[in-house]
């Protein structure tokens, strides 16, 4: 699935890794938070690849958005392809599970085969630090008497960032099981949480690498952050609305993953694009419909001017569209994949079924 | 509550109003329009924003951060209807350096600051520190309102995930310093990287053991520093935390919540008001923003699919006729009443989403106001006085 030889290796590398426990990795072993970067490896985010051959996607975005819906379209697409596909939720609510297999017992952290192909799991802070500290510490009564501590209850309650960490950690965990004929999952897709810019959860790692100066948290959060900016593995997929605060947004989250936080991004998705309200060649029809005769007798219609305000609106909505999604690829320099908005909603299982195929569409610039 | 005695509740008789609602709703904007109906009725107005789109920043003079407020131009006020004695100012909130200002204002001497201020963990949890930025807005709206500089002061509160974080996190805050494990790591002991264990007993020693093994040497240690240093300003930070909470749930605040008409933003809504509620918040009303009317008010008509034939001929005819020439004219037609019947149909859906929240805050006797979608989005002081006019109604309709 991974055509160069370079990540062939790579990936190699990993899963001989993750045979080993994961308190037993080596300090420094070449996974040093930068070096990718540095080989100038991260310069390939710049040319889009279909977005199934990755291992990694995480999807941002405001609430709002359909980050949810874009999730669960891409779960969708991939299990269509053959694909073994890992939805990893970070909500409580857990929407993707309830958006493809409604009515179902929740996932849960332990996880549960949604449909197949697709499985999905919720990621637990807590659940996910009592397994760390598991194969940290290997005596369960020792885990039992810090997870019991009540002091360590209130620190953790109180502590920013490590729920992030935990369950970023859980994830590149998630990465690296191998079955017996290569990696368990071909593709992980994270509905990250929808706080602040997305970023601030992808943050934690270099976060952690920078503050910390030695010791196991610091050298995981290494492997963790490595996985993040490898651009062979892990993409970054923004969700954004054709609307103006939704596209500066976006706008600003592209420009800091250019600056401390280097994660792959290759394309935003627009999603619940407007439709051209009319047919080609009647763009115009508000103005038309406004020269006639305010009294007309139309009989069972509305009036001239309702027919034209409305006229109006919608053409005022559907070009405002236009503008913000030329806008998102202008301010990001980056090309973008279109969502139809759809009259109906898009929390059914037809809906997501029918932006399966949009979605992996190869990303388009936007005329400016 | 109707209109006029919702403006004079809000605008007229308090020193504090607060815009509170979730992300993309078009809060700043009814902020801004808030604070633009205040000075239209010839108050001395602040608005502070805090992450407003570009272009209504530039449109407010607050294109640029400056954490200092800047007063609008007379002439552009007066074109929009502000009297002589009515004042607009802006001012865009520097989230980083108000919370740096918070540490120089409250730690123990200069030497204590800088260790505050140069110490790693606090240069990193700074901003990720739990809802320490929606705090340091409401600290500096204290310090504004403390200057006596304004008769109104309009806040426009951070997007929060969690509805009223810039209430409670102060409070989180101080829990987290009272709590037993960070009574614990600022034993000075820690700071001095001697780990005196011995100190402590069994297992808590043992927990404290085991996290060092995981964290690392000289995590905890600096962790430990940061916690001092930052104890030492808790007590000044706990009275001020007392002052601020007092003044926005007083009698001199109001606060007005914010939505959409969507059902996401409408559920949302719903439970920011619980929220509310469950604090004795002095709520004042709600306002839906771009809410889709049907042209000249009242509810949209019934619209048939398929509409007689007649009334579609004589359209298209009309239509044909002002063109001129070749023009389909069925086609154009029946795109006007698709079109008609579509937008119909948003408009009852806005009107159907939102009569929940309507009744549940007419039940309250507040007041429920709704701002319609304008054509374009507003980014210019005329969009913002249509707002005010929409939510507030014009100077005049106040009682005396």
């Given at each position: 699935m991974l055509a160069s030889a370079w990540s062939s290796a790579r990936i190699r590398r990993y899963s001989e890794l993750s045979a080993?426990?994961?308190?037993?990795?080596?300090?420094?072993?070449?996974?040093?938070?930068?070096s990718l970067r540095e080989a100038g490896?991260?310069?390939?985010?710049?040319e889009p690849r279909p977005l199934l051959e990755r291992r990694l996607v995480i999807v941002t975005g405001k609430g709002g958005t359909g980050k949810t819906t874009v999730v669960a379209a891409l779960a969708v697409a991939a299990a269509r392809a053959g694909r073994r596909v890992l939805v990893a939720e970070t909500a409580r609510d857990e929407q993707v599970s309830r958006l493809l297999a409604p009515g179902g017992p929740p996932a849960g952290h332990a996880g549960r085969t949604l449909r197949p192909g697709i499985q999905a799991l919720r990621i637990d802070p807590f659940e996910a630090l009592a397994e760390y500290l598991t194969l940290q510490i290997r005596a369960r009564p020792l885990v039992d008497l810090v997870l019991g501590n009540r002091g360590f209850r209130q620190l953790m309650g109180a502590s920013p960032g490590w729920r992030e960490l935990i369950t970023l950690g859980k994830i590149w965990h998630l990465e690296q099981i191998r079955g017996p004929d290569g990696p368990l999952y071909d593709l992980i897709v994270v509905d990250a949480p929808a706080t602040g810019h997305g970023l601030t959860f992808l943050d934690v790692p270099r976060v952690v690498v920078s503050a910390v100066r030695a010791g196991p948290l610091r050298r995981h959060s290494a492997y963790v952050e490595a996985m993040l900016e490898d651009p062979e593995r892990t993409l970054l997929l923004p969700v954004a609305l054709a609307e103006e605060l939704p596209a500066r947004e976006t706008a600003e989250l592209v420009s800091r993953l250019r600056g401390a936080l280097r994660i792959a991004v290759d394309r935003v998705v627009v999603n619940a694009v407007a439709q051209p309200p009319f047919p080609v060649g009647l763009e115009d029809l508000d103005e038309r419909l406004a020269h006639l005769p305010p009294d007309l007798a139309l009989g069972a219609l509305p009036s001239v001017p309702e027919l034209a305000e409305c006229a109006r609106h919608l053409r005022a909505r559907y070009e405002l569209n236009e503008a913000y999604a030329a806008l998102i690829g202008r301010l990001t320099g980056l090309p973008s994949v279109r969502l139809p908005y759809l009259q109906e909603g898009a929390d059914s299982p037809q809906a997501i079924e029918s932006l399966a195929g949009p979605l992996l569409a190869p990303p388009r610039r936007e005329a400016a | 509550m109707n209109r006029a005695e919702f403006a004079e509740g809000t605008l007229?008789?308090?020193?504090i109003a607060v815009c509170v609602g979730c992300g993309g709703v078009g809060k700043t904007t009814v902020a801004a329009g808030l604070a633009l109906a205040a000075a239209r009725r010839g108050r001395r107005t602040l608005v502070l924003t805090i992450d407003p789109a570009r272009r209504l920043a530039d449109a407010l003079g607050v294109?640029?951060?400056?954490?200092e407020p800047r007063e609008l131009p007379r002439e552009a006020l007066e074109a929009h209807?502000?009297?002589?004695s009515g004042e607009l100012w802006a001012m865009m909130l520097d989230m980083k350096r108000t919370f740096d200002d918070l540490v120089e204002r409250f730690a123990e001497g200069p030497e204590a600051r800088d260790r505050i201020l140069r110490n790693p963990i606090y240069q990193h949890v700074s901003d990720a520190l739990a809802g320490s930025v929606e705090y340091s807005a409401m600290e500096k709206v204290y310090e504004i309102g403390e200057s006596g500089r304004f008769d109104l002061i309009v806040v426009d509160t951070p997007p929060a995930q969690h509805a009223l974080d810039f209430l409670e996190a102060p409070e989180r805050l101080l829990e987290f310093l009272d709590s037993r494990i960070v009574q614990l790591l600022i034993h000075p002991a820690f700071a001095a990287g001697r780990f005196g264990f011995r100190l402590f007993q069994r297992g808590t020693r043992r927990v404290l053991q085991i996290l060092e093994r995981i964290s690392g040497i000289g995590f905890l240690a600096d962790v430990s520093e940061f916690l001092l240093a930052f104890e030492g300003m808790a007590d000044g930070f706990r009275d001020r935390a007392r002052q601020v909470r007092a003044l926005l749930l007083g009698p001199e605040s109001s606060f007005v919540l914010v939505a959409g008409p969507s059902r996401e933003s409408v559920r949302q809504a719903g439970e920011f008001l619980d929220r509310l509620e469950a604090y004795a918040v002095p709520l004042a009303g709600v306002l839906v923003n771009r809410v889709r009317r049907w042209p000249g008010g009242g509810e949209p008509p019934e619209i048939a699919s398929e509409p007689p034939s007649g009334d579609l001929a004589a359209l298209g005819a009309a239509l044909a006729a002002d063109a001129g020439g070749e023009f389909p004219a069925e086609l154009a037609a029946r795109a006007a009443v698709e079109g008609a019947r579509g937008y119909a149909r948003l408009v009852e859906r806005d009107d159907r989403e939102t009569l929940a929240l309507r009744q549940r805050i007419d039940a309250q006797g507040r007041f429920f106001g709704t701002i319609p979608e304008f054509r374009s989005d507003v980014h210019d002081l005329a969009g913002v006085e249509r707002v005010a006019r929409f939510a507030f109604g014009e100077p005049e309709e106040s009682p005396p």
């Open positions: 080993a426990r994961l308190s037993d990795f080596p300090g420094a072993a070449g996974v040093r938070p930068g490896l991260a310069l390939a985010c710049d | 007229s008789r308090r020193r294109g640029a951060l400056g954490n209807g502000v009297p002589e």
